[in-house]
Structures are given as C-alpha cells and as structure tokens.
C-alpha cells in the first residue's frame, strides 16, 4: 500500500471505520444471539461473544487480504439463518445436554469448510461465476433468509419462553410480556424514524440506545431487572469469571474430540449454502460500492480475503460473516476512503471486548429482536411484485416466490435446491 495515500486518509478511516463499527457490532451481537438461541438461554453469552469475535477477526483480515475499497466486513443475516436452521436439526436430533456442548464445535467446523470453499472459489477465479446466479434466486432467498429472520424474533419480542415458535407466540397473545413489548417496540419505531429524523446517526445505533433507555425506565418498577446475572430479559456477562479468553478457546477445541466422523458429510450442504451466500452477499455490496465511489472491485481477490476472514473467525468461536451494505455505505459516507477503514472496524470491536464488555450485559434481547425484525422485512425484495406486471418477468415472480415458500416451510437447504 502506498503510506502516503494511506497517511492522508487516515482521519477519514478512522471515523469512518468507527461510524460502521457502530452499525456492525450490535448487529454481529444479534445475529450471534440468533445462532446459539435454539440451544438456550444459557448459550445467550456464547452468541454475543461470537458474534464480537467475528467482528474482530474478519475485520482484520478481510480488508487487507480484500480487493475492494471501504468495503466493511462483518457476521451478516445470511449467515445467522443458514447456521441458526443448522443449530435448530441439531438440537432436533439429540437434544441431551452432552449433545448440545458439541454443537458449537460443529459450527466451527461448518465455518471452515464454508470458508475453505470462499478461498477456493477466489483461487480458481470463481468470483465472476457467482454473478452468474439468476437474480430470481438470489432475491427469493435473502427474501426468505428476511422472513425467517423476522418470525424467529417474534417469540423473543414477547418474553415468551424458550422454544416457542412463531406461530404458538402469535396465537397466545395473553402469554406476551408487556415489559418486552414496550422495549421492543420502542426499539422498532426508532429504528424506522431515526434515519428520517436523524440523519447523522446510524439508524441501529439510535434504536439500541432507545431500547436500553426504555428498558431502564421500565426496571424502575421491577428491582429484578436491573442486574445481568440469572436476567433473561438482557444478554448477561458475556465473559465468565475468573476463565480467560485462553480457557474457553482450549476447552473449544477440546471438544472436538467428541465429534464423530460419520456426522461431517451433513456439514457439507449448509457449508456450501454459506459459502455461496456469503459471497453473493459480498459481491452484491462491491458492485454497489464501485457505483458509488467509481472504483473497481476484484472479485476473486475478495472472496480469498472473505475466507481467510471467516476462517479466522471459525477458529477463535466467532460467526462468519460478508461484506455488509449497511456498515460499508456508513463507512463511505463517514470519510472512510481506503480498505484501513475496514480494519478500523476489527479494531474498535476489540476494544469494545477488552473494555465494555459490562455494557454489553445490559443489552435487553427484546431490543435486539426489535432491530432484527427490521432488518428482516428490510430484506423482503418486495419490488419483485412488479414483475407480475408483465408476462415476461411472471416466470422470475413465481421462482422468487417458491423459493420464499420453500424457505419457509421446508428449510434453507430445499429453498436452494428449488431454486
């Protein structure tokens, strides 16, 4: 890199890897929340740190290794889908407390080959195959990842217990937490309004920040939720006591050990589904930034640096993640110039884990299910009803929709495969 240009730009970085950092982490914390949920509320921790540590591993890495300007890189909905429906069939098939401590080694393991598959891809110049995926079925499957995302969060929206679907949470509305509702739902207007109102903050960030204060306000009238020891309603400490960073990473990779070998070849077809997805998503956003910026992306040189990053990520129990529009276009408008912006992100996410971790406690889960549900309907491609206005595109409206209808009612693997 040329330290000249890099010297220049770097207050522009600086602010504008911060300003994403804002954007990215609350939702890599979500999105990890998303993963580890089918396993219990006592994993809730597991998924915020993981989905920190993805921020911080492919932040680092996948900027420099990268092809692509201001591009921010970070755990993403496509990825919290793809693994939260894994996670969900392996709880399904042994839900016994020994089974369940083995499920994060095998999503690391996921992670990896995913990763190895990225690197792949960019090695043998796959990056302009993937452009090649018909637009029906890209747009049918983030619209299905979306509506996924947004009835998971339903449950969680309303306080309801573990395990309870969409559909149980939307038929016993006398089971709903006011207390959740009123967080949740402060979160959600403010995640709406606040790119109206107040331009100059991310939209997330304004939403977090009114969900925590309607979550206090709300505790004034009930002492038990203002701690983050044994509280469901908030994330809780995201680091145990008295075990280091070291202890937990060791007894990770200790358990890999009970892995059994005749359970890997499930692991391909969600690996391969995140591997593909993952990248559609991140070439998606470099087109998108080439637009803005007028610069030229080198799609197999990113898809190297993706994978390199994921799969640093998959080895310290972080979540995977891809370039993200929301961060990468806060970036640009924030000054970022240069791909440092992008590592300015794994940075900030570091010293939030080194230094505010106890803030992160107080994070109410009804706030987070809040912003995801806005994050999910944002993903419904609702401008593929336009093609229903011509006999030409009727075909493509019916591809999206069965993908959508398969994502929903059989899984993300099938909607792939029908697509």
């Not at 889908?81 to 089974?99: G, H, I, K, Y």
């Not at 075990?243 to 890999?256: K, N, Q, R």
Request: charged share 10%; with cysteine; net charge positive.
């Amino acid at each position: 890199m040329d330290l000249t240009h890099l010297k220049r730009n770097l207050k522009g970085d600086f602010f504008g890897g911060l300003a994403a950092t804002l954007v990215a982490l609350p939702s890599a914390i979500a999105f990890g929340l998303i993963i580890f949920a089918p396993l219990g509320v006592e994993y809730s921790a597991r998924g915020a740190i993981g989905g920190i540590l993805g921020c911080i591993a492919i932040g680092f890495l996948a900027p420099l290794l990268g092809g692509t300007a201001r591009l921010v890189s970070a755990p993403c909905a496509p990825a919290a889908a793809v693994l939260s429906v894994f996670v969900m069939e392996m709880v399904r098939r042994d839900n016994s407390p020994s089974a369940l401590a083995l499920v994060p080694a095998y999503l690391s393991v996921v992670i990896l080959i995913s990763a190895g598959l990225q690197v792949l891809a960019g090695t043998l110049k796959g990056g302009r195959i993937i452009k090649y995926i018909p637009y029906p079925v890209v747009a049918g499957y983030l619209s299905g990842v979306g509506l996924l995302i947004f009835t998971a969060q339903l449950p969680k929206l309303a306080g309801m217990p573990k395990g309870t679907t969409f559909f149980a949470a939307l038929s016993s509305p006398a089971s709903w937490q006011a207390g959740h509702l009123i967080v949740g739902g402060v979160t959600m207007a403010a995640m709406i309004l606040a790119p109206r109102l107040i331009k100059s903050i991310p939209g997330a960030i304004v939403a977090l920040f009114a969900g925590v204060l309607a979550y206090f306000a709300f505790a004034l009238t009930d002492s038990s939720l203002l701690t983050t020891v044994g509280n469901p309603a908030v994330i809780g400490p995201i680091l145990p006591k008295n075990v280091s960073f070291a202890d937990m990473l060791s007894a990770h990779f200790s358990s890999f050990g009970g892995m059994r070998l005749s359970d890997l070849s499930m692991l391909l077809v969600p690996a391969g589904t995140l591997a593909v997805l993952l990248s559609v998503d991140t070439l998606k956003t470099c087109v998108v930034l080439d637009a803005l910026t007028r610069g030229r992306h080198d799609s197999n040189r990113e898809l190297i640096g993706q994978g390199v990053g994921n799969c640093a990520s998959g080895l310290v129990m972080g979540i995977p993640g891809a370039g993200t529009m929301g961060a990468s276009l806060v970036n640009v408008t924030s000054g970022g110039t240069t791909r440092l912006s992008g590592f300015f992100v794994g940075v900030f996410s570091l010293l939030t884990l080194l230094f505010f971790a106890g803030l992160i406690a107080w994070i109410p889960i009804s706030a987070l299910a809040g912003i995801l549900m806005v994050v999910g309907v944002r993903m419904v491609d609702t401008k593929s009803l336009k093609m229903l206005r011509s006999w030409t595109t009727a075909f493509d409206f019916f591809v999206i929709l069965a993908v959508i209808v398969s994502a929903l009612t059989l899984s993300l693997l099938a909607a792939s495969g029908v697509g």
